[in-house]
């Protein structure tokens, strides 16, 4: 269903409707027909990491929509579980203060 070349593993797929499936391989995601970069997830995973809720990171037009990241979080338990990662250092790093 989506073109993957040789180097790339996939980790996840998952479908929720027609069109909206979401595969994330070790360089891009794609939700629907648009793709993320990898580097693009990640950053996102740092800005919540520094204590930015998502309706603030997703603001920036180069971070999917905050309706992306529930349905990611809801789908996706390699997304949600790194989620929870970012959101446990931000709550690390505010009991630091």
């Known amino acids: ?3 993957v070349s040789d180097q790339e593993r996939i980790i996840f797929i998952v479908g929720t409707k027609p069109g909206q499936a979401m595969c994330t391989t ?3 995601t794609r939700v629907g027909r648009k793709y993320y970069p990898a580097a693009t997830i990640q950053q996102f995973l740092d800005e919540i990491a520094k204590n930015h ?6 603001a920036d037009p180069k971070f999917p929509g905050v309706t992306t990241i529930y349905r990611w979080l ?3 338990p390699v997304f949600a579980a790194e ?3 970012s ?3 931000a709550a ?3 009991l630091q203060l």
């Open 1 to 3: 269903m989506f073109p």
């Open 26 to 28: 070790d360089q891009r």
């Open 53 to 58: 809720s998502i309706v603030e990171v997703c």
């Open 74 to 76: 809801s789908t996706d």
């Open 83 to 85: 989620y929870e990662k």
């Open 87 to 89: 959101v446990q250092l």
């Open 92 to 94: 690390a790093s505010q």
